[in-house]
């Protein structure tokens, strides 16, 4: 990725509905080659989707980091852990004491605590652990 792909990545990551002109002109070049790059860096899956996020509503967010069973295909419970739910934001593979880490966000405690379950209940998942987020920068 060069120097311009990156720029437009990070303008795309501060807002994913900034205009294609907009970013153009701050990068001093066409439009057309801002829509040619992004259309590129989509298909490519360099970016793979462009999303909202919220303000003004409250919601419930948290990490739930997983450990699996040793004898479980990791990349493949993550895709299980993912589909389980539109709330559950992204999920990582990672090294350390947890395998998986989820990041999710529900509408209520009711609703965060049935996605919880679901991930608990899940094949191959051994221990969850939650830390519920109080703030973000």
């Given at each position: 990725m060069?120097?311009?792909?990156?720029?437009?990545?990070a303008e795309l990551q501060k807002n994913s509905r900034k205009a294609f002109l907009e970013?153009?002109?701050?990068?001093?070049?066409?439009e057309g080659t801002i829509r040619n790059r992004v259309g590129k860096l989509v298909k490519h899956g360099v970016i793979k989707r462009f999303t909202v996020e919220l303000g003004g509503v409250e919601r419930i967010m948290a990490i739930?980091?997983?450990?699996?069973?040793?004898?479980r295909n990791t990349p493949n419970l993550s895709r299980q852990?993912?589909?389980?739910?539109?709330?559950?934001?992204?999920v990582y593979e990672t090294s350390g004491n947890f395998d998986v880490f989820a990041i999710v966000a529900c509408e209520?405690?009711?609703?965060?605590?049935?996605?919880?379950?679901?991930?608990?209940?899940?094949?191959?998942?051994?221990?969850?652990q939650t830390y519920m987020v109080l703030g973000k920068a």
């Open positions: 060069d120097k311009i792909n990156r720029a437009i990545v970013i153009a002109k701050s990068l001093g070049v066409s739930i980091a997983v450990r699996t069973s040793a004898n852990i993912k589909a389980i739910s539109p709330n559950i934001e992204s209520s405690i009711g609703e965060f605590n049935t996605l919880l379950e679901r991930i608990r209940n899940t094949k191959g998942v051994i221990e969850t």
